[in-house]
C-alpha cells in the first residue's frame, strides 16, 4: 500500500500510530510533502529520529521540504534508483528515502513527478537562535531546469505531482500568519510552479508546506491529515 501525508517537522508519532493501526509492513509506502524534518537539527537529534523511524514498519518516501537540509550535501547519502527514479538514501536507514526534485516515480502503476523547497517565512528566527537553515531550501536554476527537462521527455503528461509547495495561484492566503508581510515573502518558487502548472497535464496535485488542509481543483494540500495513494485520484 501506498499512503500520503503532510509536514511532520521531526515528530512521527502519528506515523508510528498510524503504522500500529493499520498494521503495515516495510513493503508499504508513506509519501511525506516536505518538511520531514530528519535532517534539521544535526547530530544525535537527528539520529534518535532516524532510529525511531527504522523500527517503524513501513517505508518513508519524503519530499524535500523549507525545513531540512538537502542529502545530497550529507556525506552519509547515496544516490540510487527506486520505482524508476532516483533517491537518496543512507545505509544504515534503508526505510528512509528522500525524492530528487524532478524524478518520474511509478507508484501503483501512476507516473508521478516530484518537486520540492519553498521559502522560509521563519529564516530569521531560526538564524537568530542558530537553528538550521539552508540557502538551497528553494530549488536552484538547475533544478528547475532538470524538472523542465524531464516533464519535457515525457510530454508534459504525468499523474500525479508531489510538491512541498503549492503553484502561487492555489496559496491557501486564508491561513497566511497576520504577523507576515507578504511583500517580503520570496515566492518565486511559487510563480515557477505557476508556470509549470499551466504547461502540465496532470490528474492530480498533492502538497504540504502551508499546515492545512484544502482541496482546489485538482489540487490538495494535505497537513495532518492520511490518504491512501492510489484512492485519491
Known amino acids: 500500500m501506498i499512503y500520503i501525508t503532510g509536514d511532520t517537522h521531526g515528530d512521527f508519532r502519528r506515523i508510528f500510530d498510524f503504522c500500529m493501526r493499520f498494521e ?10 516536505g518538511d520531514a524534518g530528519i535532517n534539521f537539527s544535526g547530530g544525535f537529534k537527528d539520529q534518535a ?57 511509478d507508484l501503483n502503476g501512476l507516473k508521478t513527478v516530484t518537486i520540492g523547497g519553498a521559502y522560509s517565512i521563519d529564516k530569521a528566527i531560526r538564524l537568530a537562535y542558530g537553528w538550521g537553515w539552508w540557502e538551497d531550501e528553494q530549488p536552484s ?54 508556470g509549470i502548472e499551466d504547461r502540465l497535464e496532470y490528474k492530480k496535485w498533492y502538497c504540504g508546506h502551508y499546515h492545512t488542509e484544502k482541496r482546489i481543483d485538482k489540487l490538495e494540500i494535505m497537513f495532518e491529515n492520511f490518504g491512501e495513494f492510489s484512492d485519491l485520484l
Not at 503495515?24 to 510533502?33: C, G, H, R, V
Not at 538547475?142 to 524538472?147: F, N, P, R
Open 24 to 33: 503495515t509492513s516495510a513493503d508499504d509506502i508513506m509519501i511525506i510533502l
Open 49 to 105: 529520529k532516524k532510529d525511531y523511524i527504522a523500527v517503524m514498519p513501513i517505508t518513508l518516501f519524503c519530499i524535500h521540504g523549507n525545513h531540512e537540509q538537502r542529502p545530497f550535501t550529507i556525506p552519509s547519502y547515496e544516490e540510487t534508483e527506486w520505482h524508476g527514479g532516483r533517491v537518496y538514501v543512507e545505509k544504515e536507514y534503508p526505510n528512509i528515502l528522500f525524492a530528487k526534485d524532478g524524478e518520474i516515480f
Open 141 to 194: 536554476e538547475e533544478i528547475k531546469q532538470y524538472v523542465e527537462q524531464q516533464l519535457t521527455d515525457n510530454n508534459w503528461k504525468v499523474d500525479v505531482v508531489l510538491s512541498h509547495t503549492t503553484p502561487l495561484k492555489y496559496e491557501p492566503v486564508e491561513v497566511f500568519l497576520s504577523g507576515i508581510d507578504q511583500s517580503r515573502v520570496d515566492k518565486s518558487t511559487e510563480e515557477w510552479l505557476d
